[in-house]
């Protein structure tokens, strides 16, 4: 039986062959900050329409009680960082959208993740999640040493940036757990003040009904009025936050040829993506993140953008 250090290197080495940029490992346990920091956000309706949040509170915050026998959070980042970018002029989609979901392919590599650490170590318990449960993803990854949540609430880490996918396996291996690092944001306020509609209310408290990826992604409804002419061009989620921070002069272009971007979608004009059909969006957009938002949702977004 391997020891809790061997097991955590284990784990990272196959994590970093499987092409994982970093892999961190917390002691599962309940999360007493984070469930009083979540708790007077949703009492302030900072998550808007999104109820979902409201739901399975005290699983999201101790993965005792979302995994039976849980002991461990590995806590991994996966690189999403496009080499190319849309046109400026074009309807703007986050970067993480450009190519494949990234539902399936983070999972599909945790799965494999968990086949070969099974191989070597033996079996055990344990659930992969990829931003598909109620899991504080980026507090886990905080608490692991892979980086601090920032003042625009996103992981940043030192050499990366923070243009990356976090993903978990709770598990009921007891692994050496790490420990956190530093807050590195200093008195850099360059997320706050660009931010076009005042999401970030305050350094580390985004108001999530005043984001631009809430309103193009996940708000259903029509985008109130008062937010016109805020949008600086974006179709379907924000970077604006991220661009501007400075720890992402150090992001480099990932090497995931299924996140690699559609060329059509790369070359869409306003004008194109305002005649595409519902049979050539759900064509062209099969595997894509963009099917969140749905065609209604896209033509909503860009019909708001045309106003």
């Not at 999360?31 to 999201?60: I, P, S, V």
């Not at 892979?146 to 598990?171: P, Q, V, Y």
């Not at 991220?242 to 790369?266: G, I, K, S």
Request: proline fraction near 5%.
């Amino acid at each position: 039986m391997q020891r809790p250090y061997q097991l955590s290197l284990i784990i990272k080495n196959t994590a970093r062959d499987l092409g994982f940029d970093y892999c961190g490992i917390s002691k599962a346990e309940f999360m007493q900050d984070e469930a009083r920091q979540l708790e007077e956000w949703l009492n302030r309706g900072m998550h808007g329409k999104m109820k979902y949040m409201e739901n399975h509170f005290d699983k999201r915050t101790d993965p005792t009680k979302l995994v039976e026998g849980a002991k461990s959070v590995i806590s991994l980042l996966y690189n999403y960082y496009p080499e190319k970018k849309q046109q400026a002029e074009a309807p703007q989609i986050s970067k993480y959208a450009y190519g494949e979901d990234y539902h399936f392919v983070i999972k599909d590599k945790l799965k494999e993740l968990v086949f070969r650490l099974q191989e070597q170590i033996g079996n055990f318990y344990g659930r992969i999640f990829v931003d598909s449960a109620p899991v504080l993803e980026k507090a886990w990854a905080k608490r692991s040493g892979l980086g601090w949540i920032g003042k625009h609430t996103n992981l940043i880490n030192r050499n990366m940036g923070s243009f990356f996918f976090i993903a978990e396996i709770i598990c009921d291996l007891e692994c050496e757990p790490d420990s956190p690092i530093k807050d590195y944001c200093g008195t850099c306020t360059r997320c706050i003040d660009a931010c076009p509609t005042d999401a970030i209310v305050q350094p580390y408290v985004v108001d999530g009904s005043k984001c631009i990826s809430y309103f193009t992604i996940e708000l259903r409804e029509e985008i109130p009025q008062d937010m016109k002419g805020k949008f600086e061009n974006w179709m379907f989620g924000c970077d604006i936050c991220q661009d501007v921070c400075p720890w992402n002069r150090f992001a480099m272009p990932h090497h995931e040829t299924r996140f690699l971007p559609n060329e059509q979608l790369m070359q869409l004009s306003k004008e194109e993506w305002m005649e595409i059909t519902v049979d050539v969006f759900d064509k062209l957009f099969k595997n894509s993140p963009l099917k969140r938002a749905g065609w209604q949702g896209i033509q909503k977004n860009l019909k708001f953008l045309d106003d």
